[in-house]
């Protein structure tokens, strides 16, 4: 089992850059896929991006792709998500959630997901 929490949430520009943390406690960080969802008031979770148990495959949604980045280090446990170019439409709770798995590279389903952080909220302002 592994416990995850979200650092580096705040208020930012248009076109300003945040970085995300998510760092977690348990056994085997190493063998978790990992990805990232956001939920905006009053729409569904949604998928950003994933990545696999080795950091070496990653997936993203259209809507961030070649502005936001995930990445992981294993050493210390943690996997980011480097958002650039930031939008007031990417204003929302963003979620960093896990699942044992050392095939595949995440789900874009977060019913694939069996363990969540509790979210960090990301407001951009135009």
């Known amino acids: 089992q592994v416990q995850l929490v979200e650092f580096g949430g705040g208020l930012g520009q248009a076109g300003a850059s945040l970085r995300l943390s998510c760092g977690a406690s348990?056994?085997?960080?190493?063998?978790?896929?990992m990805g990232w969802f956001s939920r905006a008031p009053g729409k569904e979770r949604e998928f950003l991006a994933a990545i696999d148990w080795h950091g070496s495959s990653t997936d993203y949604a259209d809507s961030v792709k070649g502005r936001f980045t995930i990445s992981r280090d294993n050493a210390k446990n943690t996997i980011y998500l480097q958002m650039n170019s930031l939008k007031p439409e990417d204003t929302a709770v963003y979620y960093c959630?896990?699942?044992?798995?050392?095939?595949?590279?995440?789900?874009?389903?977060?019913?694939?997901?069996?363990?969540w952080g509790q979210g960090t909220q990301v407001t951009v302002s135009s």
């Open positions: 959630c896990a699942r044992e798995d050392l095939m595949n590279a995440g789900s874009r389903d977060p019913m694939y997901y069996n363990f």
């Open positions: 348990g056994r085997d960080f190493s063998n978790y896929a």
